[in-house]
C-alpha cells in the first residue's frame, strides 16, 4: 500500500518508553558524585532519553535533520513581512549551505536533508534538495481548504519517509525543520482549530509583522476559521483546510518517528503545532517528543501547555527551519555524556549527604 | 614585586571592548539570511563576543577551565548538607577525571585545571591537581577573619596567574569553577556585604539543606555579618574576612582576565558573587563577564540583578564547578559560527523584508 495516499496509519499507538530502563537511569543518576539533584533539568533528560531509547546509557551524537519547505495560498492576503520568492529562494540558500540550520548541522554533525512540498517559484534542479512538489504552494485557506485529501495524505506520508530514512541510517534523534512564507499564519489558524482559541491569542508578528500587520494577520485567520468552521472538526480535517505541506509533512514525520520509536527534539512554534497534531492524531505520539526552547513568537506559550511541555531554552529565537531545536542539541549531549561519564559516589570514595 | 603578595594591581582599570569590532559585527548580523533578530539572544551573544574579542568574527573554540579548590572554618557550623572531607574527596574526584566539569571539559575540548587552595584534609600528591594551600581552609568567619592579608592576597594572585596561564596558552574564553564544602555560606556572606542585603534574601539550600538547615544558615550569616559589621566597608575587606581562598582566587582570576582582555564565561552563585567583587574592585571588570545560567540557589537572582546580568539558561543547576559555564559554551559556539558562517542576503540572492 502507498502510505502516501492513506492516512490510517496516523491512528497506530504510539511505542511505549521503556519503564526498566527509566528506572535503571535514576538509579544511575541518584549514584553520581554531585548532590542529588545539582544538575537541574539535565538529570530529567538523560533519564527521558534512556527511557525513550531503551538503555540505561543515552546517546544522541547522531543526529538527523529534515527540512521541510512548502509555500501558502495565504500568503496572498499579505501575512507576512516577506515576500513569497524568500520561500523558494530559502531552499537554493538551504542548497548551498547559507541558511542558519545549514550551519548548525555542520557544527553538529548532523545529517541535513531538505525537501521541496511544493515551493510558488520554480527552483530548478538543486542539489541536495528532494523534490516532492505537490502543487506551487497550498490554496487560499480564506476560500476553500489548503490542501486536497490526495494532497495530505501525500504531504503526511513524505514527512514518514523522512522519519523512516532517519531511522534506516541510525539516527538517535530526529529533528524537523519548516521554512514557508505565510506560515505561521496557517501554523496559527490550526493551532486555533486544535485548541478552540481565538487568533489573537495565538497570532504573532512571525518574520516581524508591525502591530497593524498583526491585526491584519488575526482578521484574515478569523475569516479562515469562519469558512471551515463547520469541518474542522477533527485534527485530521483541521490539518487538511488550515495547515501546509511542510506543517502535515512534519505531523507525519513526528508519529512515525513516535511509531518507531526514535526521539524527537521538537523546534520552536510551526513545529509545536504540528506536535500537536500529531499528539492528536497518534495515541501516545507525545511521549516521543523534547522541546528545545520557547519561540519569542507569542502563540508559542498556548501550544507548549496545550502540550504540557517544558522548553529547555529560552533565547528569543524565531526563525524556524529547526534552528532552536538544532541550537539545544549541545544541551542533550551534555546531558548524556555526564549521566553516562561521571563517576559514583562509590567509584570515587566521595561522601554522601551528612545523616 | 610578586603578585601574590600586593593587591594594587586589582584597582588597574579593565580593557575596553572594541567598539569599532561591535559595529563590524552588528553590520554583518544585519545582512544574515534570516529575518532580524530571528537569532534572538544568540545575535547579540556573537556581538558581545565580537566586541571582546576585538574581530567582526568571533570565536570561542579554545575554553581554558581552572577550578579553584578550598574549604571553609565556617563549615564547622554544620551549615552544609555534605561534610567537610568532601572538598577533599572530590579535589581527587577531579584529578581522576570523574568529575561533572571533568566530564564537561573533555565534551568541550577545553583545557581544564584544578587548583587546592586548602583543604581540611590532605589529599596526597595528586597528577593534575596544582597545590597551592595557604592553609587548611579558612578561618571561622563568626568568629575572625577567614583570611589574613597574606592569604588573601596570595589567593588572589594564584587566580591572577590562572588567568595569565590561560591567555599563554591561547585560550579565549575562560571558565572558573569552585569547589568547598559551605561556599555558599561565605558566598552569601559576602553578597550580603557587597550589597547591603539581609542573609535571608541570599542564604538557600546549598548542596541540599532543609528548611531548617537554611534558618540555621541564615542565623550563622546574621552572626557573621555582626561579627564584622564594623569592617567590612571595603570590597576587599568583606572579600577577606567573609569570603574564602576559592572565592577570592576567583575573585582575582575574573580581574586579570579584564585586565587581559580575556572574555569570561561566569558559572554559578559562588562564581557570581566572586564577579560581584571583582566588579566592585576593578573599574570595567564587568564588560568581560558573559553569564551562563541562573542558579536553583535563590539568592544567584539578586547577584545577577546587581550585575545587570542576564544568563543565557535557566536549568536548574546547582552544582558549581564551572559546570553550568561549561554547558552554555556550545550556546557561544553556536551563536558564533552562525554569525561567521551563515550567508548574507546578497550572497545568497535572497530577497529582503517587503517595503
Given at each position: 500500500m502507498?502510505?502516501?495516499?492513506?492516512?490510517?496509519?496516523?491512528?497506530?499507538?504510539?511505542?511505549?518508553?521503556?519503564?526498566?530502563?527509566?528506572?535503571?537511569?535514576?538509579?544511575?543518576?541518584?549514584?553520581?558524585?554531585?548532590?542529588?539533584?545539582a544538575?537541574?533539568?539535565?538529570?530529567?533528560?538523560?533519564?527521558?532519553?534512556?527511557?525513550l531509547?531503551?538503555?540505561?546509557?543515552?546517546c544522541?551524537?547522531?543526529?538527523?535533520?529534515?527540512?521541510?519547505?512548502?509555500?501558502?495560498?495565504?500568503?496572498?492576503?499579505?501575512?507576512?513581512?516577506?515576500?513569497?520568492?524568500v520561500?523558494?529562494?530559502?531552499?537554493?540558500?538551504?542548497?548551498?549551505?547559507?541558511?542558519?540550520?545549514?550551519?548548525?548541522?555542520?557544527?553538529?554533525?548532523?545529517?541535513?536533508e531538505?525537501?521541496?512540498?511544493?515551493?510558488?517559484?520554480?527552483t530548478?534542479?538543486?542539489?541536495?534538495?528532494?523534490?516532492?512538489r505537490?502543487?506551487?504552494g497550498?490554496?487560499?485557506?480564506?476560500?476553500?481548504?489548503?490542501m486536497?485529501?490526495?494532497?495530505?495524505?501525500?504531504?503526511?506520508?513524505?514527512?514518514?519517509?523522512?522519519?523512516?530514512r532517519?531511522?534506516?541510517?541510525?539516527?538517535?534523534?530526529?529533528?524537523?525543520?519548516?521554512?514557508?512564507?505565510?506560515?505561521?499564519?496557517?501554523?496559527?489558524?490550526?493551532?486555533?482549530?486544535?485548541?478552540?482559541?481565538?487568533?489573537?491569542?495565538?497570532?504573532?508578528?512571525?518574520?516581524?509583522?508591525d502591530?497593524?500587520?498583526?491585526?491584519?494577520?488575526?482578521?484574515?485567520?478569523?475569516?479562515?476559521?469562519?469558512?471551515?468552521?463547520?469541518?474542522?472538526?477533527t485534527?485530521?480535517e483541521?490539518?487538511?483546510?488550515?495547515?501546509g505541506?511542510?506543517?502535515?509533512?512534519?505531523?507525519?514525520?513526528?508519529?512515525?518517528?513516535?511509531?518507531?520509536?526514535?526521539?524527537?527534539?521538537?523546534d520552536?512554534?510551526i513545529?509545536s503545532?504540528?506536535?500537536?497534531?500529531?499528539?492528536?492524531?497518534?495515541?501516545g505520539?507525545?511521549?516521543?517528543?523534547?522541546?528545545?526552547?520557547?519561540?519569542?513568537?507569542?502563540?508559542?506559550?498556548?501550544?507548549?501547555?496545550?502540550?504540557?511541555?517544558?522548553?529547555?531554552?529560552?533565547?528569543?529565537?524565531?526563525?524556524?527551519?529547526?534552528?532552536?531545536?538544532?541550537?539545544?542539541v549541545?544541551?542533550?549531549?551534555m546531558?548524556?555524556a555526564l549521566?553516562?561519564?561521571?563517576?559514583?559516589f562509590?567509584?570515587?570514595?566521595?561522601s554522601?549527604?551528612?545523616?
Amino acid at each position: 500500500m502507498n502510505a502516501g495516499a492513506t492516512v490510517e496509519w496516523l491512528a497506530i499507538p504510539a511505542a511505549l518508553p521503556d519503564a526498566g530502563a527509566r528506572q535503571a537511569a535514576e538509579a544511575r543518576q541518584s549514584q553520581l558524585t554531585k548532590p542529588p539533584g545539582a544538575l537541574g533539568r539535565l538529570e530529567a533528560i538523560a533519564i527521558q532519553i534512556a527511557a525513550l531509547q531503551g538503555t540505561e546509557q543515552p546517546c544522541v551524537d547522531k543526529v538527523h535533520i529534515t527540512v521541510f519547505a512548502g509555500d501558502h495560498g495565504v500568503a496572498v492576503e499579505g501575512v507576512s513581512a516577506f515576500p513569497q520568492a524568500v520561500t523558494a529562494e530559502m531552499v537554493k540558500n538551504f542548497a548551498r549551505g547559507g541558511a542558519a540550520i545549514c550551519v548548525a548541522a555542520r557544527i553538529l554533525g548532523a545529517s541535513l536533508e531538505v525537501i521541496n512540498l511544493g515551493t510558488a517559484h520554480d527552483t530548478g534542479p538543486l542539489d541536495g534538495v528532494k523534490d516532492r512538489r505537490l502543487g506551487p504552494g497550498t490554496a487560499n485557506f480564506t476560500l476553500e481548504s489548503a490542501m486536497d485529501v490526495h494532497q495530505l495524505a501525500h504531504a503526511l506520508g513524505i514527512g514518514r519517509h523522512a522519519a523512516e530514512r532517519a531511522r534506516l541510517n541510525g539516527a538517535q534523534l530526529f529533528i524537523g525543520g519548516e521554512m514557508g512564507i505565510g506560515n505561521t499564519t496557517a501554523a496559527s489558524a490550526l493551532a486555533c482549530a486544535l485548541l478552540d482559541a481565538p487568533p489573537d491569542r495565538l497570532a504573532g508578528p512571525g518574520t516581524g509583522l508591525d502591530a497593524r500587520g498583526v491585526t491584519h494577520k488575526i482578521e484574515i485567520i478569523r475569516r479562515a476559521l469562519a469558512c471551515h468552521s463547520t469541518h474542522h472538526g477533527t485534527p485530521l480535517e483541521a490539518l487538511r483546510r488550515l495547515g501546509g505541506f511542510e506543517i502535515a509533512a512534519l505531523t507525519g514525520g513526528y508519529i512515525t518517528c513516535a511509531h518507531l520509536g526514535l526521539p524527537v527534539l521538537v523546534d520552536g512554534f510551526i513545529s509545536s503545532v504540528a506536535a500537536l497534531a500529531a499528539a492528536r492524531l497518534c495515541p501516545g505520539a507525545e511521549h516521543w517528543f523534547l522541546f528545545s526552547h520557547a519561540s519569542a513568537e507569542p502563540g508559542h506559550r498556548s501550544v507548549l501547555d496545550a502540550l504540557d511541555a517544558r522548553p529547555l531554552l529560552n533565547l528569543e529565537m524565531r526563525l524556524g527551519e529547526g534552528s532552536g531545536a538544532a541550537v539545544a542539541v549541545p544541551l542533550l549531549r551534555m546531558a548524556c555524556a555526564l549521566h553516562n561519564e561521571m563517576a559514583t559516589f562509590a567509584e570515587a570514595g566521595v561522601s554522601g549527604k551528612s545523616p
